[in-house]
């Protein structure tokens, strides 16, 4: 039985992020691995590979194993997080919405990789450009021009 979206907080929120970190971490280090491997079987072939349509080609059955468990890895990550009650909104750019109530009315708390903290939310109907800073959430470290 589905019981609807978990809402956070803005704190339950960033009781995540260190976990999140980590988990966008190995992402992106398995991403790192998987590239050059797509590139070297090619789109086409690495895409057969993973939907189990077509054998590896001849010799290169070592690195379709490599490809399907790097993928694997990136599943299970996404899962993961998933799992957490949060949602992966863009892998590649490491977007996680939380589910959150403003003013009894239903929006995403937004949380990019990299960001210390989760200081941004947006409308469920609005994405990554939407996003408003939540008042009273710390502001990021400053940045200074080279």
Same mark, same amino acid.
């Given at each position: 039985?589905?019981?609807?979206?978990?809402?956070?907080?803005? #704190?339950? *929120?960033?009781? %995540? !992020? +260190?976990?999140?970190?980590?988990?966008?971490g190995? /992402?992106? $280090?398995?991403?790192?691995?998987?590239?050059?491997?797509?590139?070297?079987?090619?789109?086409?072939?690495?895409?057969?590979?993973?939907?189990?349509?077509?054998?590896?080609?001849?010799?290169?059955? #070592?690195? *379709?194993?490599? %490809? !399907? +468990?790097?993928?694997?890895?990136?599943?299970?990550? /996404?899962? $993961?997080?998933?799992?957490?009650?949060?949602l992966?909104?863009?892998?590649?750019?490491?977007l996680?919405?939380?589910?959150?109530?403003?003013?009894?009315?239903p929006?995403?708390?937004?949380?990019?990789?990299?960001?210390?903290?989760?200081?941004?939310?947006?409308?469920?109907?609005?994405?990554?450009?939407? $996003?408003?800073?939540?008042?009273?959430?710390?502001?990021?470290?400053?940045?200074?021009?080279?």
């Amino acid at each position: 039985m589905d019981e609807g979206p978990r809402f956070f907080t803005v #704190e339950e *929120a960033n009781g %995540l !992020v +260190a976990a999140l970190e980590i988990e966008f971490g190995r /992402v992106a $280090r398995v991403r790192s691995e998987l590239a050059p491997l797509v590139e070297s079987m090619g789109a086409e072939v690495a895409s057969r590979v993973l939907q189990e349509e077509g054998a590896a080609p001849a010799g290169r059955e #070592e690195d *379709a194993r490599h %490809l !399907v +468990a790097l993928a694997a890895e990136i599943t299970a990550a /996404v899962e $993961r997080i998933n799992a957490m009650g949060c949602l992966v909104k863009d892998l590649e750019a490491g977007l996680v919405d939380f589910y959150a109530l403003k003013d009894d009315e239903p929006v995403f708390l937004c949380w990019q990789f990299g960001e210390r903290a989760v200081g941004h939310w947006h409308a469920l109907d609005e994405g990554f450009g939407g $996003r408003k800073p939540i008042e009273g959430a710390a502001s990021p470290e400053p940045s200074f021009p080279n």
